[in-house]
């Protein structure tokens, strides 16, 4: 059965007709954009010197909840916050609180966030509670130093009470490294070994073409996940893997460690086929694909009426206009399927 036929068949008696794209594939995820702000300059992201949205752009956290709400009236069965870093966002718990009602009511299967754990000593127990169950975390060194010239203002130390302080909350947690050749390429082995000791389970992905990063060249950064594979069947035994989280990851088992490796291909082999995924900006901004620009402003249909009718046509127009597939390609004489935008903008 595919997933379109699943949300046809599970969608509650007065549920509203689920949100299917023009290549039928149901739209069951929405990752959320709570903030741009982050307290991580990361390399491949952002700037060091970027400019923020001004907060009078930005929605408030009873317009991200209504907005969210809608996309689960119509169907969104797991909800993942993002940013910019989701925990800087100022009283960003009533909004998770409020969030939670939805798992309460069997209307949402999943609820979740991706972090860098800067904030989850002071954040994990309350996450718990409010039947937060899994967490993503960029993670993409465990060298200290290197770790300070990856985010430029992260603190090594912290994340990793953040980490231990998931752990003691009952959380799972799947660490995210970004692939980056020269930097964290001769720390694949050690990653693997370390998330096996922890109990987590890992995701590398290749660097994606993504907005002016103050400098930095991105050809110079990539590394192809066909060659980290290559480099690490050398020490580890992977086997292939059906566990699937609702994202584009494809996972192996690994043998020695017990644990779960997942690999994200933006580049060397796209997961358009089967994308279930829309993502929503702090603005409002609804982009259907990571790798295209066409979006749908959400924004003035949710703040021109209390009904929220304009809002779900909004919704449902921009879905009729998810396009197939993105076109990220990175070499020296192509820029093809470059966003302008930085990813801190769209929500990882």
């Known amino acids: ?11 509650a008696p007065n549920q509203e007709a689920p949100l299917v794209d023009p290549f ?20 491949y992201c952002m700037s060091e010197d970027m400019t923020f949205l001004p907060k009078s752009e930005v929605l408030s956290l009873e317009e ?17 916050l993002t940013g910019g ?12 609180e409020r969030l939670s009602r939805h798992l309460d009511s069997g209307r949402l299967d999943e609820l979740t966030l991706t972090t860098n754990a800067s904030q989850l000593t002071r954040y994990a127990d309350q996450l718990a509670a409010c039947g937060v169950k899994r967490l993503n975390v960029s993670m993409d060194t465990l060298n200290p130093d290197k ?25 799972s947690v799947k660490i995210n490294t970004v ?16 998330c096996g000791d922890e109990g987590f389970d890992l995701t590398f992905i290749e660097v994606m073409p993504m907005g002016d990063i103050g400098g930095e060249d991105r050809l110079d950064q990539y590394y192809p996940l066909s060659q980290l594979r290559a480099d690490l069947a050398k020490n580890w035994t992977l086997e292939e893997s059906d566990h699937k989280t609702g994202g584009p990851a494809r996972y192996a088992y690994c043998r020695e460690t017990g644990g779960r490796i997942g690999f994200i291909t933006p580049l060397t082999h796209n997961f358009c086929e089967s994308c279930n995924r829309v ?28 009904d929220d009718t304009l809002v779900k046509d909004a919704i449902r ?32």
């Open 24 to 43: 039928e594939r149901a739209i069951t995820y929405l990752r959320v954009s709570v903030t741009d702000r982050c307290d991580f300059r990361c390399v």
């Open 179 to 194: 692939a980056l050749k020269n930097v964290n390429d001769d720390e694949i082995d050690n990653l693997v070994s370390w």
């Open 279 to 306: 993502r929503l900006t702090c603005t409002g901004t609804l982009y259907m694909c990571l790798g295209q620009e066409d979006a749908a402003d959400l924004r003035q249909p949710l703040r021109e009426s209390e």
């Open 85 to 96: 870093e989701p925990l800087v966002r100022r009283n960003i718990m009533w909004l998770i």
């Open 147 to 171: 770790f300070k010239a990856i985010t430029r203002w992260g603190k090594y130390d912290k994340v990793m009470e953040g980490l231990q302080a998931a752990k003691r909350a009952g959380i």
């Open 317 to 348: 127009e921009a879905i009729s206009r998810k396009p197939k597939g993105h076109d990220f390609i990175i070499d020296r004489d192509r820029t093809q399927g470059v966003a302008s935008r930085h990813m801190s903008v769209t929500g990882g």
């Open 64 to 80: 991200l909840d209504r907005l969210c709400t809608n996309f689960v009236d119509l169907g969104v069965r797991k909800l993942r």
């Open 1 to 11: 059965m595919t997933e379109t036929q699943t949300a046809l068949q599970t969608a």
